[in-house]
């Protein structure tokens, strides 16, 4: 077998990133791919650093674009990579552009594809994430299911062979990071004190590109922040700064409560930052999951979520911005209540270990 894992952006490489490391232990050929999707450092290139990864062994650099101009690309790239290399599987992981774009280019080629983070399902086909995960489920030869709930979901497609539920590699890159730097550290960098602080991002097109759902945010984090004795930290994503300039709504941001992190952290201090939060507002799927193991609640700036396990275990709540008030809901709910059961803590300690164990006995 001759693997090559084909990521293209940060939540790729954080999830990826201990499998990848685990697979350079292994004596069979690999190969590190890049896409490109995410080319700016402070998303994507200092996870490298983070994570201490090789540098890929090639990047297609495909850049930004439109879906249907990014997945082209990539499916383009990822096939003439596969038939001058010799790959005879890839590794993809979720539910980006690359992964799709990747994972079309290896049906097409009859190479196997292996989907770690199969079987989530958000049911609103309006995300695009949504059609990427559902079509390359239906494309892959092996899946690695996070959850029981994730495998249920493939059993009612139809999809029953090759499935596998191995836990949320996160957990792995989450206890990586742990260690690297003491909490503490990071809430004096800040001038923090703990559970005294609200964490916030906010990133996917659903809010950034519709300038009412993007002032609801802004509104309700100012609203937060003046009623409120504790502090916002908003981690600012590339293109949400690019929008909040665009609909003049930046300035709506300097208030003395809030802090902007611009650029956003890195994940080694996110993980800190969401640990000691009172509570995390965002609009990312690997928030939900990383709040939720963290025993940190969540309030999620969606109408939907293919993480439903955060929403039935007690970590997290969706929240509908044409009718929800965020601080009305942090005053007058039990969102603040930090027990729940961990819907990833399974039999499994290490799943990107086990990843590979299975992936030796499935191609031997």
């Known amino acids: 077998m001759k693997y090559a894992v084909i990521v293209g952006t940060r939540p790729e490489i954080i999830k990826m990133a201990v499998l990848i490391k685990e697979l350079k232990k292994c004596s069979f050929p690999h190969l590190f791919i890049h896409s490109g999707q995410h080319y700016d450092y402070h998303m994507d290139g200092v996870m490298l650093k983070t994570f201490q990864l090789p540098e890929p062994d090639f990047n297609f650099n495909v850049g930004s674009g439109s879906h249907s101009v990014v997945t082209s690309e990539i499916m383009k790239k990822t096939e003439g990579l596969i038939l001058r290399e010799g790959i005879t599987a890839i590794i993809v992981h979720g539910d980006t552009n690359t992964t799709l774009g990747a994972s079309l280019a290896a049906a097409k080629l009859n190479v196997p594809v292996i989907h770690v983070e199969a079987g989530l399902r958000s049911y609103d086909k309006a995300m695009p994430e949504e059609i990427n995960r559902i079509i390359v489920d239906h494309l892959s030869t092996v899946l690695f299911a996070p959850t029981r709930e994730a495998q249920d979901n493939l059993k009612n497609e139809g999809i029953t062979k090759g499935v596998y539920v191995v836990g949320q590699t996160l957990v792995d890159s989450i206890q990586e990071v742990s260690t690297q730097i003491d909490t503490k550290n990071i809430l004096n960098k800040y001038n923090l004190k703990a559970k005294e602080y609200v964490f916030v991002t906010?990133?996917?097109?659903?809010?950034?590109?519709?300038?009412?759902?993007?002032?609801?945010?802004?509104?309700?984090?100012?609203?937060?922040?003046?009623?409120?004795?504790?502090?916002?930290?908003?981690?600012?994503?590339?293109?949400?700064?690019?929008?909040l300039k665009e609909f003049n709504l930046y300035s709506k941001l300097l208030n003395s409560k809030i802090t902007i992190l611009d650029p956003p952290v890195n994940f080694t201090e996110s993980i800190h930052l969401q640990k000691e939060a009172q509570v995390i507002l965002t609009d990312s799927g690997g928030l939900q999951e990383e709040a939720c193991i963290l025993k940190t609640p969540c309030l999620t700036l969606r109408d939907s979520t293919e993480r439903p396990e955060t929403i039935n275990c007690g970590a997290n709540r969706l929240v509908n911005l044409?009718?929800?008030?965020?601080?009305?809901?942090?005053r007058n709910s039990n969102v603040l209540k930090r027990e729940w059961p961990n819907p990833y803590a399974i039999d499994i300690d290490a799943p990107s270990k086990r990843i590979v164990e299975i992936l030796n006995e499935f191609f031997s």
Request: negative net charge; contains cysteine.
């Open 202 to 243: 906010c990133h996917r097109q659903e809010n950034t590109d519709n300038e009412n759902r993007l002032r609801s945010i802004i509104d309700n984090l100012n609203e937060l922040s003046e009623i409120n004795q504790h502090r916002v930290i908003f981690s600012l994503h590339p293109r949400t700064k690019e929008r």
């Open 322 to 330: 044409e009718k929800d008030n965020i601080p009305n809901i942090i």
